[in-house]
């Protein structure tokens, strides 16, 4: 795959890539290096599937791409996750990434507390703290960490933290959803004066939930699908979910098809009673989005492809922790 490929590849399906000329210059002389973070917080759930499909792309062009399971960030925004947990939830998140295939050879799994508390970034976070106003810090954190009209002081240096490990991990290009951008803005912003490398963005429109929401609601049991779900409770969640007929936008039930599913699957076939013709076979997203737009697909139809697809994608998740259900303790209350 050469330079031009990569980067059509990497902004498919994206909303922006910042620092573009700056990334073709590195791809043209070497490996990239590539990461993205997650909070574990709540249980793992089908909400991620935009930012786990754009990591398959990464991987795919061949960057040197690490997953930070950021188990600190999930303590500071708020207590998501208390800490005694955080160590325990990010070996969860970790086997759960690997599971629906996130893993090879360039890929590297690291955890927040691997690096961030070394004394050497513990002083570069020092460093960077008087170059950042705390309106500027909140303004950073407004979309990333809950209850910020009551903004703890780990809400602020949160996004000093998660800016810091670009420079930790060595990063070319950070990539997340939309929600982050101010935080990544403000990386740039402030690496040149550190003396650090100004990593590029690539960022990606966020998840919907169930119901047709942008982010699915973590903090409520029936608002998420989980990536462990039973099968029943797949089925039963896809079959409530928001699915308008003839329409994909805000539509969460045709986006975990075509951003998931179709990412796994070189192929899908949507089965239909042979009274409305019978079986269909999609080899492409665009031909997923036609047939669903002019009304060749139902619905009903959809939902109950989406929902046996899924049953088998997260099938290695599922007997993994039907195995090693004690795991999922730090979830009861969640």
Not at 6 to 21: F, Y
Not at 43 to 56: L, V
Request: overall charge positive; some cysteine.
């Amino acid at each position: 795959m050469n330079v031009d490929e990569k980067i059509k590849l990497i902004k498919q399906d994206a909303l922006e890539l910042i620092g573009e000329q700056e990334l073709i210059e590195i791809l043209k002389q070497r490996t990239a290096k590539s990461y993205w973070g997650i909070a574990p917080s709540g249980p793992p759930h089908i909400g991620y599937y935009r930012t786990i499909a754009k990591q398959f792309d990464l991987i795919k062009a061949g960057f040197d791409h690490t997953i930070l399971i950021a188990n600190l960030h999930a303590y500071m925004d708020d207590m998501k996750s208390p800490w005694e947990e955080i160590n325990n939830r990010a070996e969860i998140y970790k086997k759960c990434l690997q599971l629906i295939g996130l893993e090879g050879k360039n890929v590297t799994y690291k955890f927040g507390t691997d690096f961030q508390l070394d004394q050497e970034y513990y002083k570069q976070l020092l460093r960077m703290m008087p170059y950042v106003t705390v309106k500027r810090a909140a303004r950073a954190a407004s979309e990333v960490c809950r209850n910020m009209e009551n903004a703890k002081v780990s809400s602020i240096v949160y996004p000093l933290m998660q800016s810091l490990d670009c420079w930790a991990l060595d990063i070319d290009l950070a990539y997340a959803g939309i929600d982050n951008r101010h935080v990544y803005m403000l990386t740039r912003e402030i690496f040149p004066k550190l003396g650090f490398k100004k990593p590029s963005v690539l960022l990606t429109p966020l998840g919907l939930g169930l119901e047709g929401a942008k982010k699915m609601d973590a903090s409520k049991k029936q608002g998420r699908l989980e990536l462990f779900a039973s099968e029943e409770e797949i089925r039963q969640k896809i079959m409530k979910a928001y699915c308008p007929q003839k329409q994909i936008e805000g539509n969460p039930v045709f986006e975990y098809m075509k951003y998931l599913i179709m990412k796994k699957e070189e192929k899908i076939v949507i089965k239909r009673p042979e009274k409305y013709g019978g079986d269909l076979i999609i080899n492409s997203p665009e031909e997923l989005e036609q047939k669903y737009l002019n009304g060749e697909i139902h619905p009903l139809d959809l939902k109950n492809a989406t929902a046996e697809y899924l049953i088998k994608i997260l099938k290695p998740i599922r007997e993994y922790f039907e195995k090693n259900p004690d795991l999922l303790k730090t979830f009861e209350r969640a």
